[in-house]
């Protein structure tokens, strides 16, 4: 079966790969990641799978079981960060459906009905909001707020999906994602499969600072307001905050009106990722960012408005599935490990659906960048793990 | 003659207007900036001016009189910074076609050719090289070199104009260059009307941070390499270098890779725009900035690589000239002074063309701003004052 797994990983290579920096641009409703979709369509028919997909571009692919117990579903996203690495969403997707093909190779025929999902904008690179497809499948956001996001140019996503209803996850009974590791735990530990506890609470605000465009050359230093000079102390802020709390703080976006050399500017909006262990830590660390950034507006002359665009609690997996998903494997169990990152599976857990992840092993820890990585030959243990997996939850 | 001045503001006036901030976009070789610049020709023809145009887009209109002495040119330019305001140009344009009016009325005829001249890319707003169209009509800068830079899509001035060579200077013995004030010198005079003494030193200076891109999450902040930290300190540096010093620093511009809200930055470049009174305070203050930055790149683990995109020495107008045109008017000598802006009259100046520039007051000294502002009567006030000016000069 390494085949069928190195067949279809170069197949997705050269889709979205950009030729300077050899990362991913992937964006959801856009050509490359279209282009993903149609792949996955021709995979799951090719392997006779039923092609089930919702009205907000969420796809399933079934292997249809006629059984009353609830359905396993599997799967990952397969849009990317903008200049991300190949395996953040597309490794669970890749694996889930090489593990069908190790499933059959192996003689195993499931006693419920197995899906493979993959769900549009996990990574919120497009419309801001991360787990977008999942959310709208599992309800936990309504189409009427959704419909009115918009990108970048302003484009709504009411423009680019129809949006209506979805009942992908009306039968499911277990979700398991796999994904590439992003951190280097199972590295430290030696150790290829990790299997999922928890995922930290973390969130997205959005700083709007407000100052007045002027001169550059003629405004004396006393004389202006420059929300630049705002936005950049809480830039380090931020970064202060969480390094004395072993948070994470993370101001990776800016945008900048006019953004011209040569005049002041007139708005300066930085968008903040932040994460920690602990809801309560979480509201604390923005508060403190905040707090010092509104200090800054006095000194500066500007104004800040602080907007909260997405903010996710504390997932806790289902710790007894966890504890079944890892034991009794081949050379002791799994480590169960916890992750910074959200995921579609932290969404459907939060609707109450009990869900696994399963993390293969990033040499690096890198993310989110065109360095990241994990080895074939890891892959491949990735592969056979969902398999096992998927054979022990639909026995 | 004011009605001639009214209806010319009044044709400018939409073009290139943003409707939400109420401020212009006219970057050289835009349609808007076309726009104006047909107009111009429009203005010209109307008013029996010979329409002189170089290979590079800069354009005179020309009231050819049959004579051996040098011409006198005045004029300014209609591009804008991004978001910029009304006056900053085209009052220069309006107020020398309005002055060739008023002389007209008032009976004048010049003894020697007299031309209205408008130079592109004054702004530097799209290709990064302020007073570009001066500086290729005066041989400051090869097209060689000028032909390969880019906008921020990648379009080099190459591929929006021919190139070649010019010959709107050859006969032109002396420019004044009329001007909304960009500071409130003359507002705390209680005068409407200024002439430039100098222009202070400044330049553009592109920083050019790298890191590493990695996940916001799941990088614990102890192993980043985040160049938005090194950004962030190098702009309050900047800051606090130029208030401390009476000088001017200012970061209007950024620009991230890959912009993301849950990546840390692979890449982020920022502009910076300096100005001093002096060539070694200038230096010695991108010095200081550079050194600040330096230290911090130690502390976050990236890189800085520094580029001095252009720099302009100081420039002091022809004092004899200055004093001359300055001198005699009703009410009073006008006063002379500094400004921290550069202007093509600086590029034809330090070309050795004696040069006059004329300020007009700008009551809250706002500028590169939808803000910046005149009042008609103050700019009629200037209209006059340039035809006084250039009856002087002709006769």
Redesign the interface.
């Given at each position: 079966m390494p085949d069928d797994f190195e067949r279809m990983w170069g197949d997705l290579a050269p889709v979205g790969r950009s030729a300077s920096?050899g990362?991913y641009f992937r964006q959801p409703f856009t050509s490359p990641e279209r282009e993903l979709h149609a792949w996955f369509g021709e995979q799951c028919t090719a392997r006779g799978l039923r092609i089930e997909s919702d009205d907000f571009g969420n796809v399933v692919g079934w292997w249809d079981i006629r059984s009353d117990d609830p359905a396993v579903l599997t799967g990952s996203h397969l849009d990317s960060?903008?200049?991300?690495g190949a395996y953040d969403g597309p490794l669970g997707v890749v694996s889930a459906l090489a593990a069908i093909d190790l499933m059959r190779a192996r003689g195993v025929v499931p006693s419920r009905s197995l899906g493979v999902s993959v769900f549009v904008e996990e990574?919120?690179?497009r419309f801001?909001l991360?787990c977008l497809g999942s959310r709208l499948a599992a309800g936990a956001i309504s189409w009427d707020v959704a419909r009115s996001l918009t990108d970048r140019d302003g484009v709504a996503l009411g423009d680019v999906v129809a949006g209506g209803t979805s009942s992908l996850l009306a039968g499911v009974g277990t979700f398991v994602e796999l994904h590439v590791e992003?951190?280097r735990d199972l590295v430290d530990r030696g150790t290829a499969i990790g299997v999922a506890s928890e995922i930290?609470p973390?969130g997205?605000y959005r700083f709007d600072f407000t100052g007045?465009?002027?001169?550059?050359?003629?405004?004396?230093?006393?004389?202006r307001a420059?929300p630049?000079?705002t936005?950049?102390?809480t830039?380090?802020a931020a970064?202060e905050q969480?390094?004395l709390a072993g948070h994470?703080?993370?101001?990776?976006?800016?945008s900048?009106?006019?953004?011209?050399?040569?005049?002041?500017?007139?708005k300066v909006t930085g968008?903040l990722?932040a994460?920690c262990a602990t809801d309560a830590g979480l509201a604390e660390l923005v508060a403190a960012i905040e707090r010092q950034a509104a200090e800054r507006t006095e000194v500066d002359g500007t104004s800040l408005r602080l907007t909260a665009e997405s903010v996710s609690g504390s997932v806790a997996f289902d710790p007894a599935l966890a504890a079944a998903v890892a034991a009794d494997h081949e050379g002791g169990d799994w480590p169960i490990i916890a992750?910074?990152?959200?995921h579609d599976a932290g969404i459907l857990s939060a609707a109450g659906i009990p869900t696994a992840m399963l993390f293969v092993r990033n040499p690096t820890?890198?993310?989110?960048?065109?360095?990241e990585h994990a080895s074939i030959a890891d892959c491949l243990v990735g592969v056979s793990a969902l398999a096992d997996t998927l054979e022990r939850l639909t026995r």
């Open positions: 920096s990362g960060v903008l200049d991300g990574e919120g690179s801001g991360a992003q951190g930290w973390h997205r007045a465009a002027n001169h550059a050359g003629t405004t004396r230093m006393e004389d420059d630049m000079l936005y950049a102390l830039v380090l970064n969480a390094r994470r703080a993370t101001f990776g976006r800016v900048v009106e006019p953004n011209g050399t040569n005049a002041v500017p007139s968008w990722d994460r992750t910074q990152a959200g820890g890198i993310s989110h960048s065109p360095d």
